[in-house]
């Protein structure tokens, strides 16, 4: 407990760090709010809400809103892990090579993983409430935020653990975001509302999120998956981490096959 604690520390650290990240979050969510509310109408906009099958008439205006958010969440967070994770990746390396437990190390990231991002997407629902009043449950509307948080937040850990060049990295991040959370919108996309969109990451962000706004029903089955794609990409992000950060073995192999263990004075002169 004393080891998990002190890598939550760390983990901690890593993200409260990134100033610029924060910066982003504070200013440029109400602004993104603000441009695409302002640009967008009230006019009923027809949305598929595949818990029900329906076609919903929701408010344009409203429904932009949505798309705004999981669209700035999914930006900034997948940015904010990929350069927590480039950048820390040598210091947990030395972290772990000098007894800390990597299985605890491993714990503690997808602890602050999970609180952070629960913390910005209800930040992100509190800015919302000053552009759309009245949504029937903020409860799930934060729902359907945090699992995109979450899932974009695994996908730049697992980036920030695989790309070795910052730019790159970034580019990918931003791509990603932007063409997954377009598709998901009808105003801006014509075929927004056609089956294969539930093969990407946000589709339960979006449906979780628009059952929020819009309707009376808990849409349980599309918090299941956006879990499922949260915990597999967690998964294989953190087995990468695991195995970035294996110590280096100190048996040496003979010519004969045997193994061996350096001597101290060995050991010094090599």
């Known amino acids: 407990m004393r080891q998990y604690?002190?890598?939550?520390?760390?983990?901690?650290?890593?993200?409260?760090?990134?100033?610029?990240?924060?910066?982003?979050?504070?200013?440029?969510?109400?602004?993104?709010?603000?441009?695409?509310?302002?640009?967008?109408?009230?006019?009923a906009v027809a949305f598929r809400f595949r818990p029900t099958g329906a076609m919903l008439q929701a408010n344009g205006h409203n429904l932009v809103l949505i798309t705004a958010g999981l669209n700035v969440l999914s930006m900034i967070l997948g940015f904010?892990?990929?350069?927590?994770?480039?950048?820390?990746?040598?210091?947990?390396?030395?972290?772990?090579?000098?007894?800390?437990?990597?299985?605890?190390?491993?714990?503690?990231?997808?602890?602050?993983?999970?609180?952070?991002?629960?913390?910005?997407?209800?930040?992100?629902?509190?800015?919302?409430?000053?552009?759309?009043?009245?949504?029937?449950?903020?409860?799930?509307?934060?729902?359907?935020?945090?699992?995109?948080?979450?899932?974009?937040?695994?996908?730049?850990?697992?980036?920030?653990?695989?790309?070795?060049?910052?730019?790159?990295?970034?580019?990918?991040?931003?791509?990603?975001?932007?063409?997954?959370?377009?598709?998901?919108?009808?105003?801006g996309n014509p075929a927004a509302n056609k089956a294969f969109l539930s093969y990407l990451p946000s589709y339960s962000s979006m449906q979780l999120s628009v059952a929020g706004g819009f309707t009376d029903r808990f849409a349980g089955s599309q918090l299941l998956l956006g879990l499922a794609w949260f915990a597999g990409i967690l998964l294989v992000a953190l087995s990468v981490f695991y195995l970035r950060t294996q110590r280096k073995s100190s048996v040496l192999q003979t010519p004969e096959g045997a193994t061996h263990r350096p001597s101290a004075p060995a050991a010094n002169q090599a």
């Open 5 to 43: 604690l002190a890598a939550l520390k760390f983990s901690f650290k890593e993200q409260l760090s990134n100033r610029f990240a924060f910066g982003l979050l504070l200013v440029f969510v109400p602004l993104w709010y603000w441009v695409l509310g302002m640009i967008t109408p009230s006019d």
């Open 80 to 187: 904010m892990f990929f350069h927590s994770a480039h950048r820390s990746l040598d210091f947990d390396r030395r972290l772990t090579r000098a007894g800390l437990d990597r299985f605890g190390f491993m714990m503690a990231k997808a602890s602050a993983l999970a609180v952070t991002t629960g913390l910005i997407a209800l930040y992100t629902t509190a800015v919302l409430i000053g552009f759309w009043h009245h949504p029937h449950s903020l409860v799930e509307l934060w729902l359907g935020f945090w699992m995109l948080s979450l899932i974009y937040a695994s996908i730049g850990l697992l980036l920030g653990l695989l790309v070795n060049n910052e730019l790159v990295g970034f580019f990918i991040v931003i791509m990603v975001s932007m063409m997954d959370t377009f598709l998901q919108n009808p105003i």
